[in-house]
């Protein structure tokens, strides 16, 4: 037995405290920095071969900075939140971590229901996705981005309401780190649509 | 093994440090002030894009340690997480000659 043990060793211990869905989770995390690398590399290509076509366009979303850094500050908000849930999950504390999964979700809302006026005001200013090459970057983006949120939103809800009845800080952890990465996403979309 | 992790009945699963999570919010919250506030100043088309993409990769680097734990996980997981930076990087370069034959005139 010992020996069969000393075959397998070498490769065991290595991921050991890392269980399935969390390694999972991280695999599809890596998918996703390449799904959203791919659109930030055309995007930044474009860009720099012809900076003209976008630099026009892009002065329309500077009145909209102030309200996109506070976007940013929401999404921060909310990552510290979720991280505060998934310590409270660990602890056992099931009130606080519902608490914080809710404080999580309802800036998630906040995000998603002040982009949605920031899309409204754009379309009646008739700047919509094919107004030009900036303006189908800055929608499939900030879409793309978007529809993560509301991936998030939804099972952060899911995990607040059957935290009351099961013990779910392993899927609270998993669900967190995807939504962190979501902020990490917005971390560069924010400079790279608004401000440079 | 699909409950090791549950908690640490094994003693060779540590909880990680405690982790200063409102210190790394609050660090995040001044280096996008930061951002906004040096998009203001200009330094050359050039400088401000360096300028802008060094900040916001300290700051993903900041969520990815801290908020996602990768600074406490296995060397393992670690390499695992770096693979698809590195390719990102790969892509990225792949790219970079259409920037600078660019045909888009």
Known sequence: MSEAHAIVEPSEPAIESVYNGKLAMWLFLCSEVMFFSGLLGAYITLRTGDPSRFEASQTHLHHHMWLAGFNTLLLITSSLTMAMAVVRGQAGDKPKQRMFLVLTALMGIAFLLLKFYEYSTHIAAGQVPNTDVFFAFYYTLTGLHGFHILCGVIPILGLAHFSKTHDVSKETEMVGLYWHFVDLVWIFLFPLLYLI | ?105
């Open chain 2, 1 to 105: 093994m699909s409950d090791a992790a549950h908690i640490p009945a094994h003693g060779d699963h540590h909880e990680h440090p405690k982790v200063p999570y409102v210190a790394i919010a609050a660090t995040l919250f001044v280096m996008t002030i930061i951002t906004v506030a040096v998009s203001f100043v200009n330094l050359g088309k050039t400088g401000n894009v360096i300028l802008a993409m060094a900040i916001a990769s300290f700051k993903a680097s900041l969520v990815i340690l801290f908020f996602m734990h990768l600074k406490f996980e296995k060397k393992t997981m670690v390499v695992i997480c770096l693979i698809p930076y590195v390719l990102a990087a790969i892509l990225l370069f792949a790219l970079f000659p259409d920037i600078v034959y660019g045909q888009y005139h």
